[in-house]
């Protein structure tokens, strides 16, 4: 067991834009802290995103704690490279004390001190407090019965793809109509390729609406301060996020206009090798319609409410073309005879926090278990997951709001344990 001075105050683990943030609220608590990174700052992102990543939250929101957005684009958007550059500029503007190369292989307690030790690729490390900022969305997450696809069947998720050219000739389906799901599969169309998309039940949000980005109304209007158990109540469960395209609405119909063959879920393998589909195209291509007009209705409450001269809606193109549809649907599909080389998963992701050795920490399915962020362990905390606090949680635009948080609950628990 090590002495005293040698225990931290904070560790954070994971140098992405949560970590960064909370290190930087830290650092204005005067809490003595490291932060311990497995690759490079922004790992995630330059590992995961495909080429022509750009990012869907605008360049306004998409800022640092602590910073204001200063450019002459405030309603675009960032580059995948753009975004990793923002993050090494705001670690060494704050001269922010990040550990690259170093992976946090265990983290436990029970030492008589009350220190957690974590056992890294460096070496040992004691402290008092942990900060884990490891990453929500980091480990993408396939069916099993993807397993059981030929092995001549180029497979990759939506973090190992990165352009149309990269893929082996052929046919292409996508798993999956989230977020990258759709934009991945609205470049290769883009890109010559044939493409068929297998739908899921997500919502959507127009790009812009009644003269701004949508993304402006949502924080104005407070849509994005809904706190996690309303999200949950509201939609039964925790949702997807919504598609949001970024520069553009993309909807189902735009990308069947496109050429995309829409199917319903894709549901398994059958005995033969074919894939099946469930036959809910249409309850999908619905449920994202309704999320859509939901949210314009809300702004249109919010604007109402506060009497803001806003102009009227537009009719928005991805929003008013008609989808084309296989008819009849297509049940099930014969890869070789549908000529499909690659299947691209866009099945969601989580994180690994399987290095976490304490108790109560996660749920059984190794996820995290906290009150935003606060976990039932004294002195074990998240940063940046989805939908942990509110819908904002897990978007950039939370760090400046959460983090402080965190760095306040660290700061009294230090005062006290003094
Ligand atoms: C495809 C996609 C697009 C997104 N686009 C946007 C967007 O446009 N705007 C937006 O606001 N949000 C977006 N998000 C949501 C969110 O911003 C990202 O998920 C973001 O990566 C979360 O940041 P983070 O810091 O929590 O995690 P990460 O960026 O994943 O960072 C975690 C860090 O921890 C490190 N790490 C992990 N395990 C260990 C370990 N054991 N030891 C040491 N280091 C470790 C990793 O290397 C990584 O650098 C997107 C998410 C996805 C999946």
Known sequence: MTGDANVLDAVVVGAGWAGLGVSHALARKGLRHRVLERGRIGETWRTQRWDSFKMNTPNVQTIMPGDRYSGSDPFGTLTRDQFVALLEDFARRNGLDVEPDTRVIELIGGSENGAYRLATSRGDIWTRNVVIASGGLNCPVRPAFSRALPASLHQIDASGYRSVADLPLGVVLVVGS????CQIAEELAEGGRKVFLATSRVGRLPRRYRGRDIMIWLVESGFLDVRREEVIRLAGRLPPRGLLGVEHTISLQALSARGVVLLGRLAGVEEGGALSFAGDLDENMRFADDASANVRRYIDGYIQLCGIDAPASEPDPAETVAARVPDPGIGSLDLAGAGIATVVWCTGFRGDFSWVRLPGVLDPWGQPLHEDGVASLPGIYFAGLDFAS??????????????????????????HSR
Request: glycine fraction near 10%; charge should be positive; proline fraction near 3%.
């Open 390 to 415: 509110t819908r904002k949680s897990g978007l950039v635009l939370a760090v400046a709001e959460e983090a402080p948080r965190l760095a306040e609950h660290i700061f009294e628990r230090s005062r």
């Open 178 to 181: 989230g977020q990258s799901g």
